[in-house]
C-alpha cells in the first residue's frame, strides 16, 4: 500500500515505476534545468560559429588570392574534420581546461570544413566584369571585397553557414565529454540513466533548435541580399 501510494503521489509519467517517452510533467518540473541546458547549448554554438567564420574568412581569402595554396588550405580544413571528437577535446583540455571554450574552439575547427569551402565558392561566384567594372571605377582591394566581392558571395556562404549551423547543433552535444555539452549532457544523463523524457526531451529541442536557426539564418540571407528576391 505504501508502494501504491507513493506512486499516487508522484509524477504520473516518470519514477521508479512509470518511463515514458513524452512526459509534459518532466519539462514543468525541470524546466530550470532544460532552460540552462539550452541556453548553453545556443551560446556554445553560436560561439563556435563566430570563431570558425573568423579563421575560414582569412583562408578563403588566401586560397582565393594564391591558387598554389588553395589544396593546402582546403586539405588542412578538412583533415580537421577526420579528427573524432572523442580526441580532439582530450587534446585542447591541456590548453584550455574542463571548459565551454574547450568545446567552442572544437566546434569552430570543424565548421572550418564546410565554411571555408562556402566561402571560397561564394568569391568565386562573382564575374569576373563585375570585378573589372569595379577595378575601373577606382576600387582598390579592400575596398573591392567589402563593398563587391563578398556582398555578392553572400547568396553562396550563406548557404554553407546554415549548413554549418545545424551540423554544430547536432556536435555540441559531443561537449558532455568535458561538462560542456548543453542538451547533450541532458541527453547523457538520459542514457545512463534509461531516463526515456529527459533523452527525448533534449533530444526534440535539439531538432527544435536546429530549425529555427536556420529560419532565422534564412530570413537574415533575405535581408542581406534583397537583390535575390526576383531570382527565387
Known amino acids: 500500500m505504501t508502494l501504491l501510494a507513493a506512486a499516487d503521489t508522484g509524477p504520473s509519467c516518470y519514477s521508479r515505476f512509470v518511463n515514458e517517452w513524452f512526459c509534459w510533467q518532466y519539462v514543468e518540473d525541470r524546466h530550470e534545468q532544460i532552460t540552462d541546458a539550452l541556453v548553453e547549448h545556443v551560446l556554445i554554438t553560436?560561439?563556435?560559429?563566430?570563431?570558425?567564420?573568423?579563421?575560414?574568412?582569412?583562408?578563403?581569402?588566401?586560397?582565393?588570392?594564391?591558387?598554389?595554396?588553395?589544396?593546402?588550405?582546403?586539405?588542412?580544413?578538412?583533415?580537421?574534420?577526420?579528427?573524432?571528437?572523442?580526441?580532439?577535446?582530450?587534446?585542447?583540455?591541456?590548453?584550455?581546461?574542463?571548459?565551454?571554450?574547450?568545446?567552442?574552439?572544437?566546434?569552430?575547427?570543424?565548421?572550418?570544413?564546410?565554411?571555408?569551402?562556402?566561402?571560397?565558392?561564394?568569391?568565386?561566384?562573382?564575374?569576373?566584369?563585375?570585378?573589372?567594372?569595379?577595378?575601373?571605377?577606382?576600387y582598390g582591394r579592400a575596398r573591392m571585397l567589402t563593398r563587391i566581392e563578398m556582398p555578392l558571395a553572400l547568396p553562396v556562404a550563406m548557404a554553407g553557414l546554415r549548413v554549418a549551423a545545424v551540423s554544430t547543433i547536432a556536435l555540441t552535444t559531443v561537449g558532455t565529454l568535458v561538462a560542456y555539452g548543453g542538451l547533450g549532457d541532458l541527453i547523457a544523463h538520459g542514457v545512463q540513466r534509461d531516463f526515456r523524457a529527459e533523452l527525448m526531451t533534449a533530444a526534440v529541442l535539439c531538432v527544435v533548435l536546429a530549425v529555427a536557426l536556420d529560419v532565422i539564418l534564412v530570413v537574415l540571407q533575405r535581408v542581406l541580399t534583397p537583390w535575390t528576391a526576383g531570382l527565387r
Open 46 to 138: 553560436l560561439a563556435a560559429l563566430a570563431l570558425g567564420l573568423a579563421i575560414a574568412l582569412p583562408l578563403a581569402l588566401v586560397a582565393r588570392r594564391v591558387p598554389r595554396l588553395e589544396s593546402a588550405v582546403l586539405g588542412f580544413s578538412t583533415g580537421v574534420y577526420t579528427v573524432p571528437s572523442l580526441a580532439l577535446l582530450p587534446l585542447l583540455v591541456p590548453f584550455t581546461g574542463l571548459s565551454a571554450a574547450t568545446v567552442v574552439i572544437g566546434l569552430g575547427l570543424y565548421a572550418l570544413t564546410i565554411l571555408v569551402r562556402a566561402l571560397l565558392d561564394g568569391l568565386r561566384s562573382v564575374p569576373d566584369e563585375v570585378r573589372e567594372a569595379a577595378t575601373g571605377l577606382g
